[in-house]
């Protein structure tokens, strides 16, 4: 298997604009969080779903963040409007049972 | 609020030293105690889990050992390698719900010189 899978890898844009972050989980695996890491606030979980459904999105900042699992295998993260707060290292990590696999991670930028 | 502190934030020995790296936290009903070890501009890559009843965890070179009633948690590297520099996280598990719901320190910053 490939690992988890996160698009892009580098991400630039301008405050204002929409972001999409992607991710695709392990094959078989039934959970799927998404971790955000900045130099302040260390790792932070935001959100984590369990067979597509979200079970937990108390760690979403604002609801400037939305995040979707259209099925077993696709992820996404939007930011809409993106600020330059947002700015940092965003990994998606998938599971089954006890071992958290992450992805490597997508850095934003925003200007 | 669980909080997850690792001190020092940085830390540089020589090639063969062990390693001795430590974490702490403040709510000790925790379900398990993970540590990762992250690569710079990579994920986090899974070392050992210790589950709240066990007291400690070996994997080849590593060894992790978790107090629950003084909040602490040790993790072990002997005869540290050039290989071994990394950043060195712990996590807190507080829910069976899931066990990547993670309260994560800020890590330590290993460098081994050769």
């Known amino acids: 298997d490939a690992g988890v899978i996160q698009s892009p890898r580098h991400e630039v844009t301008e405050m204002g604009q929409e972001v999409t972050l992607r991710c695709k989980p392990i094959?078989?695996?039934?959970?799927l969080f998404w971790y955000r890491q900045t130099m302040m606030r260390g790792l932070e979980l935001l959100i984590y779903f369990n067979n597509n459904v979200p079970i937990d999105d108390s760690g979403m900042p604002e609801d400037r963040f939305s995040a979707k699992m259209p099925n077993a295998s696709f992820s996404t993260l939007k930011i809409q409007p993106s600020e330059p707060r947002d700015s940092a290292v965003y990994f998606c990590?998938?599971?089954?049972?006890?071992?958290?696999?992450f992805g490597s991670g997508t850095q934003l930028s925003v200007l | 609020k669980q909080e997850v502190t690792q001190i020092p934030a940085a830390l540089s020995v020589p090639e063969g030293e062990n390693l001795v790296l430590n974490c702490s936290f403040t709510d000790s009903a925790i379900y398990n105690l993970q540590w990762f070890r992250q690569d710079p501009g990579k994920g986090l890559t899974s070392l050992l889990l210790i589950q709240s009843s066990q007291r400690e965890q070996t994997s080849g070179r590593l060894n992790a050992s978790l107090d629950k009633s003084s909040g602490r948690s040790t993790l072990y590297i002997a005869a540290s390698q050039p290989g071994d520099s990394a950043t060195y996280l712990c996590?807190?598990?507080?829910?069976?719900?899931?066990?990547?719901?993670?309260?994560f320190g800020a890590g330590t910053q290993v460098v081994v010189t050769p």
């Open positions: 996590a807190a598990s507080m829910t069976t719900d899931s066990w990547g719901k993670l309260q």
């Open positions: 990590a998938s599971s089954h049972g006890t071992a958290l696999f």
């Open positions: 094959s078989g695996h039934d959970y």
